[in-house]
Antibody
Framework: QVQLAESGPGLVRPSETLSLICNVS????????WSWVRQPAGKGLEWIGR???????DLNPSLKSRVSMSVDTSKTQISLRLNSVTAADTAVYFC????????????????WGQGLPVTVSS | DIVMTQSPDSVAVSLGDRATIKCKSS????????????LVWYQQKPGQPPKLIIS???TRESGVPDRLSGSGSGTDFTLTISSLQAEDVAVYYC?????????FGQGTKIEVK
């Protein structure tokens, strides 16, 4: 059974960097893409980006200038860094397994973590 | 980006009745070379992550009751619950994966009347 679990601070100060980790278990970690998706309270879902075991990333252009992602294969972890945060970055952050079906197409998500609420506030 | 628009935003349906949700994409998500629609549906209950229920516009995921079904092609899609049960109360999202970035509809909340 694939399990994902997000961890990190629940409160980040404005202009600082949000750093989250997702631990993955029960999956062939190196065979899949892994994504971050966020959801402001009471609102819809926004894809942040994805990372592969090689370290390659594909990031949402709307956030690309502030986002980085990395992977630690020895720990089967992925990480997210979002810098220069504002109140608009307050959301529940999910990690998810991303399925991909070919060049030029995109991803959908079959396994999700429970999500980690993050508030940006001073 | 491909914009996904769902309708309605919310709907109240009596238990046992049919519930229908529409999802429209701003451009086609049909790949004519393989005749596949790159469209999924998720179900999200309060305090839980989204759950994948339908992929390729109409393929039900393992364990999903057959009263939930997806249809449509190109730019217009429908999620139908043939006979609403209490456990179907949730917010439903469509998402396209034809072009990056993947984009979601705004969600449709199904409640019991």
């Amino acid at each position: 059974q694939v399990q994902l679990a997000e961890s990190g601070p629940g409160l980040v100060r404005p202009s600082e960097t949000l750093s989250l980790i997702c631990n993955v278990s029960g999956a062939s970690f190196s065979q899949y893409y892994w994504s971050w998706v966020r959801q402001p309270a009471g609102k819809g879902l926004e894809w942040i980006g994805r990372v592969f075991v090689s370290g390659s990333t594909d990031l949402n252009p709307s956030l690309k200038s502030r986002v980085s992602m990395s992977v630690d294969t020895s720990k089967t972890q992925i990480s997210l860094r979002l810098n220069s945060v504002t109140a608009a970055d307050t959301a529940v952050y999910f990690c998810a397994r991303a399925l991909y079906y070919g060049s030029g197409t995109s991803y959908y998500f079959d396994y999700w973590g429970q999500g980690l609420p993050v508030t940006v506030s001073s | 980006d491909i914009v996904m628009t769902q309708s309605p935003d919310s709907v109240a349906v009596s238990l046992g009745d049919r519930a229908t949700i529409k999802c429209k994409s701003s451009q086609t998500v049909l790949d004519t070379s393989n005749k596949k629609n790159y469209l999924v549906w998720y179900q999200q209950k309060p305090g839980q992550p989204p759950k994948l229920i339908i992929s390729w516009a109409s393929t039900r995921e393992s364990g999903v009751p057959d009263r939930l079904s997806g249809s449509g092609s190109g730019t217009d899609f429908t999620l139908t619950i043939s006979s609403l049960q209490a456990e179907d109360v949730a917010v439903y999202y469509c998402q396209q994966y034809y072009r990056s970035p993947p984009t979601f509809g705004q969600g449709t909340k199904i409640e019991v009347k």
